[in-house]
């Protein structure tokens, strides 16, 4: 009698105690298993990427907490378990995937769901050949050799016969630009696959530096030919100072015989134009640099005519000898940092467009 007692004592006590164990619910990570069918073709060159998004987008019709318009496909990972691509029927995987937030710019940040499903695959028979390259774009180098077949990563048929290849399209290899290449496979029932590799040629940057030195090089030695070069060590630097006007108004200037020499060099410059190489390679900077301020403003009224802050009657138009000089002086510090000889250097270059 006492032993009963204690039995319904215990199995009382037992029964308080599973009263308050709490309940364990499943979470999404390993939630009941979702089975479905999905299919793939043969011919799809990225099969797990087209597995992912079905199965995707097929789980948030089924789950409410799913938003696709929250949900980055793209970024979001999806592992097919047991999946072999290139056998043909049905086949049973399992898919473990992880939802990436569409706006989450940190990839190591999800957005904290995930999911595993069986799935029932089925793998559909290519009924053509394909061809899948190593990329839809490449960048040559101008001058290097091109080989179309080095492109192709594999090409597939299921007659397990490898069908024809062919390539159409040239690519100049010494013409920088963008080419295409055609790709068409053709099986043993004429069936056939086509694909396009976009080419760029392209001439490497230290090769484009050589090409101008190499033709600034042969400039200057023909400049040299032409035009002897000044004696550097010749010229002193002057003094240079500002503008200087007279009571009339006009820019104080003086002739000599290297402003003249300045002059004649200046006007050999072949159309007032390309003349940066010139510059450097007879010495004329030198040169110009050696004059004075009232030397180069003899020179830039020589090249320019009386047009630069010097017309024939004394000045531009109605002005007064007071609102001419602030003219002249506000273009020359506004356009050449207050230098006649900065703008005298810049004379028969594309960086001068007069004053």
């Keep these: 009698m006492r032993k009963k007692k204690i039995l319904k004592i215990l199995m009382g006590a037992g029964i308080s105690l599973l009263c308050l164990v709490p309940s364990m619910k499943p979470t999404k990570a390993v939630e009941e298993d979702y089975i479905s069918i999905f299919e793939v073709s043969m011919n799809d060159p990225e099969p797990f990427e087209t597995i992912k998004k079905e199965v995707i987008q097929a789980v948030s019709k089924t789950d409410s907490s799913i938003h696709l318009d929250k949900i980055s496909i793209e970024k979001s990972l999806l592992e097919a378990q047991d999946f072999i691509p290139g056998k043909v029927g049905f ?19 999800n957005i904290g769901y995930s999911f595993t499903k069986k799935i029932l695959l089925k793998v559909n028979p290519s009924n053509k050949p394909v061809i899948k390259l190593k990329s839809d774009t490449v960048v040559v180098n101008n001058g290097d050799d091109f080989n179309p077949s080095t492109h192709v990563s594999s090409i597939y048929d299921e007659t397990n016969v490898l069908p024809v290849l062919t390539t159409q399209g040239t690519v100049d290899m ?38 101008k030195e190499a033709t600034m090089a042969k400039t200057a030695k023909r400049l040299s ?59 004329l900077d030198k040169l110009i640099d050696s004059l004075s301020t009232a030397e180069a403003v003899y020179v830039i009224h020589r090249i320019e005519g009386a047009g630069f802050g010097q017309l024939a009657a004394g000045y531009a138009g109605s002005d007064t000898p007071a609102t001419h000089r602030a003219f002249v002086s506000q273009q020359v510090n506004r356009r050449f940092g207050g230098s006649i000889h900065q703008l005298l250097k810049k004379w028969g270059t594309y960086s001068y467009t007069g004053y």
Aim: proline fraction near 3%.
């Design 91 to 109: 086949q049973q995987v399992v898919v473990k995937a992880r939802l990436f937030n569409i706006d989450e710019k940190d990839s190591d940040k």
């Design 174 to 211: 010494k013409k920088d630009g963008t080419y295409f290449v055609h790709y068409k496979a053709i099986d043993t029932n004429g069936i056939q696959f086509d694909t396009k590799l976009t080419v760029k040629v392209v001439t490497p940057a230290e090769v484009v530096k050589a090409r």
């Design 225 to 283: 030919k032409e035009h002897p070069t000044i004696d550097e060590s010749s010229l002193a630097k002057a003094e240079i100072g500002g503008l200087q006007f007279n009571s009339r108004g006009l820019l104080v200037e003086k002739a000599s015989p290297n402003a003249q020499l300045a002059i004649n060099m200046l006007l050999r410059i072949p159309g007032h134009s390309r003349g940066s190489t010139y510059h450097q390679v007879t010495g």
